[in-house]
Structure formats: structure tokens, C-alpha cells
């Protein structure tokens, strides 16, 4: 059996977001680990499927119980909240419980803002790294950009962040206080979205023309310049 790891849409009508064959897998489906139910219907009752008829589960800390479709011979499939599911997600767990056991994991084809936003950066693209979320203490954050900055000057590699919508300002504040003027910085905001936004500059011109990223998902891509 098989456990397909599916791509949610980021923003957008469901059905744009995925290749036709996503769509047709997943429609053949009737098992969903989830990491938010609500979204999940929402998702899986636009690509017109029968929303009551499905057996939704949300990822808690024990992923055992969700693979039950699996043992009992039925394909399962693993939805996000947006994005690639796994990718900082929930469930990473069950896919790691899903090898253990022996079943095969297939990921579907569908968009990743951390990928889109590095595709549209013109950063490094042959090295990067995604680390996450950055500590909420403001002397452990700027300690921690400090560190990706200058392992990022280190190894030519860009440094790949998000943070929750609502702190967006906090950490472009704390990046500007902390990164050399000729680090470049991109924000990749509202990805697939008619609003989307992909702003890249060094800190030395987004401090002088700072503009807001607002309470909206965004990605933020770091790359220290060595010939500063």
C-alpha cells in the first residue's frame, strides 16, 4: 500500500495549484491524515469530492493509529495545511513511521513556497539551506541570523526562514539591525497569490526604503555577499 504525500495550495483554487494527475490520485482516495481538518475539507470539497464520505484524521503526537488504512490494505493519503506536506509539517512524522513499516510514500507533484521562493530570488540556487523558524527571544534571534549570515558568507549559500504572519516585522527589524549592508535579503510574500509580492535588495536598501511585509505568509532568503 501506499502512503501519497500531497501538496496543498498556498493560495488560490485548489485545482490550478496541482498537476491533473495529483488531482486524479487524490480523488481516488478515501483515508486523509491531515494537519488541519477544517482546511482539508475545505481543500478536498473543491476538488469535488464528497467531503462526509471521507475518513479525515488530524496528525497528533502518535502518528500509529493513522496508518490503519494502510495495514488494512487501503492507500492513505497525507494533506498539509499549505504547501508540501513533511516540509516544516507535521507530517514528517507519519511519512518516518510509514517507511518503518515497510509501505511505500509517493509525493505528489503540487507548489512549495520555500521552492517557488528561491526559484524567484535569483539567490544561490546550487546551495541553500531552510532552517526554519528563528528563536522568538530577540538576543537568541539576532544571534541565530548573525550565525546563518556568516555561514552563509562561509559557504556561499543561502539561508532559507519563515516566520508566523504576525512577527513578519519583527523579523525583517531584527535582520536589519544585524546583517551587513551588502548581505542581500529577499521577502517572497503571498506566493501564487494575486497579491503576491517577491521583493530582493541588499539591507543597506531595504533600510533605506523598508517596506512593510504585513501579517502575511512570506518567505524570508538570505545570501551574504563575500565581496563586501
Partial sequence: MILYAIPAPLGGAAADAL???????????????????KSARAFLGELGMQVRELNIQEIGEDVRPLLQPLREKRPLGLLSEAGC??????????????HA???????????SSIVLALMASGLQGQRFAFCGYLPREPLKRKLRIKELENRSLREDQTEIFIETPYRNEVLL?????????STRLCIAADLTLPTEQVSV????????????????????????????
Fill in 19 to 37: 498537476a491533473p494527475s495529483a488531482v486524479q490520485t487524490i480523488a481516488s482516495l478515501k483515508d486523509f491524515a491531515v494537519e488541519n481538518a
Fill in 85 to 98: 506536506p513533511a516540509i516544516a509539517d507535521p507530517g514528517a512524522a507519519l511519512v518516518e513511521a510509514a
Fill in 101 to 111: 513499516g515497510g509501505w511505500r510514500v509517493i509525493p505528489l507533484v503540487g507548489p
Fill in 173 to 181: 527589524e531584527a535582520l536589519l539591525s544585524t546583517c551587513s549592508p
Fill in 201 to 228: 535588495k541588499s539591507v543597506a536598501q531595504w533600510r533605506r526604503a523598508a517596506q512593510p511585509v504585513g501579517r502575511r505568509p512570506a518567505v524570508f532568503l538570505l545570501l551574504a555577499n563575500p565581496a563586501r
